[in-house]
């Protein structure tokens, strides 16, 4: 090429360049095919033609042209690494490795090559070899604060979160502005459980980045782990102000409704989210478990089948089991929940503890001589419940041994189902046979119980279900249950009652009725993906439903915040008789729960207790209802004789609390 021919190739060249610094493409790519009209083979043109391609989104036509400036050039490490980069695009990683490679070893001392290597092995699935690569860059370069940031990002794809924040955290000390290293880290805290540091870091990466939809999104879903449901709600109307395609936000925003008891507004907003994406298997479970809590159980089945259908090992989806579960037990589909219920995580907990011991997953007819190891899992109220089948499994002629909370051992010392009783503390003992407490209602399912002896019942529909389940036969045990096991008794200690009956006797007249308006962990002091149970009454509405009430209130509230007793007391109208201390002492509270006339409260251990006392109970159910209390009526196949008090799908207690002032007077022979 003439000198002249290679003085306008190089104006042609500069020119091409600052057009596409300033944008200006489609000149840019003239600017360039002129420069090859004077030299077909100008390394430099075809390369930059490959960058204004990759710019343009062409990625097989960049790739084509960094391969001409490549074949010309093959020193060249900037057309390497731009042909790597090309490779990337296209997802063809084993050749975008070695291009990377080649690069390097053309220009060692740069660590975005190197940084390409470890990128390339990570996007290729070798976690542990991206994480060499990476190790080796910030060795030689520990001054480079992306190396940091993605040997980081490296630890996290092998769930080593504890080890990533330290990197992250050096990413951050060398560039304090690294809004991406502030929100992966909170991203790695949030899984570790951390939720303040976690939320501390997400608010730094929105200091330095506001338009962060992801981190938007991310805070949210610490602040639902910190149960802080309101603010959670509001960065997710941020993130979807800022992207309204964003799916994670919409679901994120589902969750914190939910979280706020907000139950049909997250219906539809989860609702939302599968309209536009119909197949994400983690978004379907949360949409079976808000339909399930609408009392769209038909629908909430449905939903819950298709998440398992499209979920993956992969899938956040370990939780619907349980949830298909928990809605089949709450419409009374009692034997087809018990066998959902074996996918609860307690159950593999159990296997990952214990590898040696394998869970019963059949009961043989014939136990003569065996032993059995009955195992709790959860809490006191779920081990009494549970403990209901013990009789019938002692009926097949096996030693029954149960491993449970110490405040019960003593009184299940006495059960005669029970054989042997100790704390779970105490080491597993050895059996035959060893059974989850929970897994009982399996074993002793549809094969045990008299399944064509459907029981009737009269129910008030408080929830109405979809129109489809009113027409399948198999939502017969909407109005029929089978026969259940009743709950388990329990025998007060004879001098427990004698000192409790005179105590009662010292602090008023009979009738006696206590009382319990909260149950269940506070949601400010959850924390935590999972979201425990908890029910509260208002006292103000509580008191109005006693007022008129004769005889002597006695309160069991376990653990009343300051005034709380009190409080109740002037909104009555007269004495609140504080026996709380009896919740700490389970067999003073077993003998106070069988003396008592009446018992007035939201679902707690004291259920159980009173149930096992053979005495029945007044139960005020928030809505949506705990599943033993089921989806509507105004009783539990679980619990004969107990009266059901249910509060309305708006948060109306009014028609309940109603019921509940005309029924007292009249059971306690008051006027």
Not at 415 to 442: F, I, K, M, Q, Y
Not at 471 to 499: I, N
Not at 598 to 605: I, R
Request: proline residues 6%.
């Amino acid at each position: 090429m003439s000198t002249r021919k290679a003085r306008q190739a190089a104006t042609l060249l500069e020119s091409g360049l600052r057009q596409l610094q300033q944008g200006q493409l489609d000149q840019a790519r003239q600017s360039c095919k002129r420069v090859l009209e004077l030299a077909p083979r100008h390394p430099d043109a075809l390369h930059l033609l490959g960058i204004i391609a990759l710019q343009a989104g062409d990625h097989s036509g960049a790739v084509e042209k960094f391969r001409q400036a490549v074949a010309i050039r093959p020193d060249h490490p900037a057309y390497q690494a731009n042909l790597a980069y090309g490779y990337v695009r296209l997802q063809r990683l084993t050749e975008a490795l070695a291009a990377f490679e080649r690069a390097a070893r053309l220009e060692p001392d740069d660590p975005e090559l190197q940084l390409g290597i470890g990128n390339c092995l990570g996007m290729m699935g070798k976690a542990e070899a991206a994480e060499a690569a990476l190790r080796r860059l910030v060795e030689r370069h520990p001054r480079y604060a992306l190396g940091w940031f993605n040997l980081a990002k490296a630890l996290d794809e092998q769930k080593r979160y504890d080890e990533a924040c330290g990197p992250y955290r050096h990413a951050i000390q060398l560039d304090p502005q690294f809004a991406d290293a502030h929100g992966n880290l909170g991203v790695a805290l949030h899984r570790l459980e951390r939720y303040e540091e976690a939320e501390e870091s997400l608010i730094a990466c929105l200091a330095r980045n506001p338009g962060s939809v992801a981190a938007h999104v991310n805070l949210a879903i610490v602040l639902n782990a910190l149960r802080r449901h309101e603010e959670a709600e509001a960065h997710c109307r941020e993130a979807i102000r800022r992207d309204p395609a964003q799916p994670g936000a919409r679901a994120m925003l589902a969750k914190s409704l939910s979280g706020q008891g907000r139950w049909r507004e997250a219906l539809k907003a989860f609702e939302d989210v599968i309209e536009n994406d119909p197949v994400t298997p983690e978004v379907l479970g949360y949409l079976g478990d808000a339909l399930a809590r609408n009392g769209r159980i038909p629908e909430a089945l449905e939903a819950f089948e298709r998440a398992a259908l499209h979920g993956t090992p992969a899938s956040d989806i370990r939780f619907v089991p349980f949830a298909r579960a928990i809605a089949l037990f709450s419409a009374g589909r009692i034997h087809e929940a018990a066998a959902a219920y074996l996918g609860r995580d307690n159950r593999s907990a159990f296997a990952t503890a214990h590898p040696d011991r394998r869970l019963l997953e059949t009961l043989p007819q014939d136990m003569q001589g065996q032993e059995v190891c009955l195992v709790a899992e959860q809490g006191i109220g779920d081990e009494l419940f549970f403990l209901r089948y013990a009789p019938m499994l002692k009926a097949r002629g096996c030693r029954v041994i149960f491993q449970g909370n110490r405040k019960i051992v003593s009184i299940l010392e006495r059960c005669a189902a029970l054989d042997r009783t100790l704390a779970s503390t105490e080491p597993l003992v050895a059996a035959d046979h060893t059974v989850l407490v929970g897994d009982l209602p399996h074993l002793f399912g549809a094969s045990s119980l008299d399944t064509s002896a459907l029981q009737p019942r009269g129910m008030e529909l408080g929830v109405p279900l979809a129109a489809a389940s009113m027409r399948t036969p198999a939502w017969h045990c909407r109005v029929f249950w089978p026969d259940l096991p009743p709950p388990l008794p329990l025998q007060p200690l004879a001098e427990r009652l004698a000192s409790v009956g005179d105590r009662l006797h010292r602090l008023g007249p009979a009738p006696y009725v206590g009382l319990t308006w909260r149950a269940g962990t506070d949601p400010l002091g959850q924390r935590g993906r999972v979201w425990q149970l908890y029910k509260e009454m208002p006292l103000e509405e509580l008191a109005a439903a006693l007022r008129g009430v004769g005889g002597t209130l006695i309160s069991l509230q376990r653990d009343p915040r300051a005034g709380e007793t009190e409080k109740l007391a002037a909104l009555i109208g007269r004495p609140v008789h504080d026996l709380t201390e009896a919740n700490d002492d389970l067999e003073e509270m077993l003998a106070l729960l069988a003396v008592l006339d009446d018992y007035v409260g939201v679902s707690n251990t004291n259920m159980h207790l009173r149930a096992g006392a053979g005495r029945t109970a007044r139960v005020l159910v928030p809505w949506p209802a705990e599943w033993r209390w089921m989806i509507c009526g105004n009783e539990s196949p679980w619990f004969p004789g107990f009266r059901i008090y249910r509060q309305k799908p708006d948060g109306d207690w009014s028609a309940a609390l109603e019921c509940l002032r005309n029924d007292l007077p009249g059971a306690l022979g008051n006027s």
